[in-house]
């Protein structure tokens, strides 16, 4: 049985409209992964520390059979092959990246395990999720929280610019 899934790209090292499209193929070359669908492109300001690049962003939606935790260690393993390496470094989670692939939800599912909380924890509170997410599923719900729509009413979206 397949399930919706919402992934988060995003970068800022090198050159990342090329690499969230190139993640993007090898995410919908995944077995178990079909139908999926990438956003608009968006530069955003550098978030959680402001000395480095903008990021660029985007959410695919997909469908899936991969479980939770399988396709988690595939948006691993495809960060890797884009150069990412994760550090537990303090302040490494906003530092800057080849690649980033955060899974933001899958299906209506809440899942708290080692290693993977979903939705994302901070999703709703980030405009450069919620307005390429919103692009491709304007009535998409988060678990726990609500619509997404309604909570970009209450976020900050200053500085992100969709790119051509």
Do not use: C, K
Not at 19 to 24: D, N, Q, T
Not at 35 to 41: T, Y
Not at 48 to 67: C, E, H, I, K, W
């Amino acid at each position: 049985m397949n399930v919706r899934a919402f992934v988060g790209l995003g970068g800022n090292l090198g050159d990342v409209p090329r690499v969230i499209r190139a993640a993007a193929a090898a995410l919908a070359a995944l077995p178990g992964v079909t139908d999926l669908r990438l956003s608009s492109l968006y530069r955003t300001p550098a978030w959680g520390r402001a000395d480095q690049p903008d990021f660029v962003n985007a959410v695919a939606m997909l469908d899936t059979a991969l479980a939770p935790m399988d396709l988690l260690d595939a948006l691993l393993g495809i960060e890797q092959d884009f150069g990412r390496s994760r550090s537990e470094a303090p302040g490494d989670q906003w530092g800057p990246r080849t690649l980033d692939l955060d899974l933001l939800l899958y299906g209506d599912a809440v899942i708290a395990l080692p290693g993977l909380t979903v939705p994302h924890p901070r999703m709703h509170q980030r405009a450069f999720v919620l307005v390429p997410l919103l692009e491709l599923d304007a009535g998409v719900q988060i678990p726990t929280v609500g619509a997404a729509a309604d909570a970009l009413v209450v976020v900050d979206r200053a500085g992100i610019e969709a790119l051509g």
